[in-house]
């Protein structure tokens, strides 16, 4: 039976990321790894952020945003993945490809304009900090993730709207890890014309204006740091500006590589190696990068493991041992 559009494919079946059996096995374990490290990260960040009261500031406000959104965002595809590196036959449904495709659209969309967020509070915080209380309280703050959410959720439901209004013939076969737009369009057996200009429309919208806004931002944040006086300071403060620049550059880079340029001159398997870095790098990396660097991260996480052991002291104790 076909789904509710009309289309004749019930079924997908992914390539995945290599046909070579022999690298199967090795890309299971690394990837797991950086599965494995990318939750471990964002959700002690979450959990940190959430338990200890003195890191409940704007800044913390959009990284607790980040950390839930990767979080989020590297499950909507890497267990499936996962599971196709064991798998004979990797196939997903017509329905579950489309779930992850919406899925995959908002927390990629919600990721660019919290990265966004997170430059204009820096640029307040250190260009303007006699203002920065005001303009950036917690309505602002709470303002700037709900438009970015909302962006996000308008992003997926038009680009899965467009997806749905395809059929699909005979070819099922994605030559990707997952359901990403631009390989799911090379198998419908109508015209994509719509689709691709919606895609270079949206995508246009979602990249250039959030990557100009974080890089303008730093720009002026940049100008800053080269007054301050103090040695110490000034490197301190380039090595973290340098830092999350790096982590933007690579994020907005190769999803612009993906999405930007001329559909009929883009090769699928270069495609997949651009999405490893915005899919799975760089949500494994931003822990590292907005974190463990951070002095008031790495005390909160010190108060919080201190305190859990004086629990179960504690407990040891009442337990008559």
């Known amino acids: 039976m076909a789904p509710g559009n009309g289309s004749l494919v019930t079924e997908f079946i992914l390539v995945g990321l290599t046909d070579h059996p022999d690298l199967q096995f090795p890309l299971f ?18 959990t940190l952020i959430g338990l200890n009261s003195h890191l409940h500031t704007p800044m913390y406000f959009f990284l607790f945003n980040l950390s839930f959104i990767d979080l989020c965002y590297s499950s909507v595809f890497t267990p499936k993945m996962l599971v196709n590196f064991l798998s004979k036959k990797n196939v997903i449904s017509y329905q579950g490809c489309m779930t992850q495709f919406f899925f995959f659209c908002f927390f990629g969309v919600s990721e660019c304009y919290v990265l966004t967020s997170m430059a204009c509070d820096r640029y307040v915080a250190i260009c303007n ?4 209380n005001i303009a950036m309280s917690p309505k602002v703050c709470s303002c700037l993730i709900f438009g970015s959410y909302l962006m996000a959720f308008s992003t997926a439901m038009t680009h899965t709207g467009c997806m749905l209004r395809l059929t699909f013939c005979d070819a099922n076969t994605i030559n990707h890890y997952f359901c990403d737009i631009l390989p799911v369009l090379q198998l419908s ?3 994509t014309y719509v689709n ?34 103090s040695t110490e300071g000034r490197s301190k403060a380039f090595s973290t500006c ?8 690579l994020f907005f880079g190769s999803g612009s590589f993906m999405y930007l340029q001329p559909f009929s001159e883009l090769s699928m398997d270069e495609g997949k190696i651009s999405s490893v870095f915005y899919s799975n790098v760089v949500p494994m990396m931003n822990p590292l990068i907005y974190s463990l660097r951070n002095k008031d991260v790495i005390l909160a996480m010190r108060k919080t493991l201190s305190w859990r052991r004086f629990l179960c002291a504690c407990s040891f104790r009442n337990s008559g041992f």
């Open 29 to 46: 374990f690394l990837f797991l790894a950086m599965y494995t490290f990318t939750v471990l990260g964002n959700f002690g960040l979450v």
């Open 189 to 191: 057996c109508t015209s």
């Open 242 to 249: 340098s830092s999350h620049i790096m982590a933007v550059s």
């Open 196 to 229: 691709e200009l919606v895609v270079f429309i949206v995508v246009s919208i979602n990249m250039i204006v959030p990557s100009l806004t974080i890089f303008i931002s730093y720009g002026f944040i940049l100008c800053s740091i080269l007054h301050i006086s």
């Open 129 to 132: 900090p006699f203002l920065y």
